[in-house]
């Protein structure tokens, strides 16, 4: 059955290659309220994690979704305050131009 739901959102110019493997890589995680001081002192110090480390995701942990536990959660349970839900729900088209 066709999902007569589904949904595109044309972009008015293409993502860039950083902002698109933001995204992707914020889709592929579980979005979870951090403590973004101290995630530089687990990783990368120079790296902007935003608020509540609303920007933050380990490529090393796609295969468990970003779900691995570490000191840095503050709330398993809840996203960081600028993001509606644990999970994002636009992916990238892979031209990048697009969001399905």
Not at 19 to 28: E, H, M, N, P, S
Not at 45 to 62: K, L, M, R, T
Not at 76 to 89: A, E, H, I, M, S
Request: include cysteine; hydrophobic fraction near 30%; charge should be negative.
């Amino acid at each position: 059955m066709k999902d007569e739901y589904k949904k595109e959102l044309a972009l008015n110019k293409c993502l860039d290659n950083e902002t698109y493997a933001l995204i992707t890589g914020l889709v592929r995680t579980r979005r979870m309220k951090r403590d973004a001081d101290m995630l530089h002192l687990q990783g990368d110090d120079e790296a902007n994690y935003g608020v509540e480390g609303e920007f933050y995701f380990d490529p090393n942990d796609f295969s468990n979704k970003g779900q691995t536990i570490d000191d840095s959660i503050l709330n398993y349970n809840t996203p960081p305050g600028c993001q509606p839900d644990l999970w994002l729900f636009w992916i990238p088209a892979n031209n990048g131009c697009s969001l399905i």
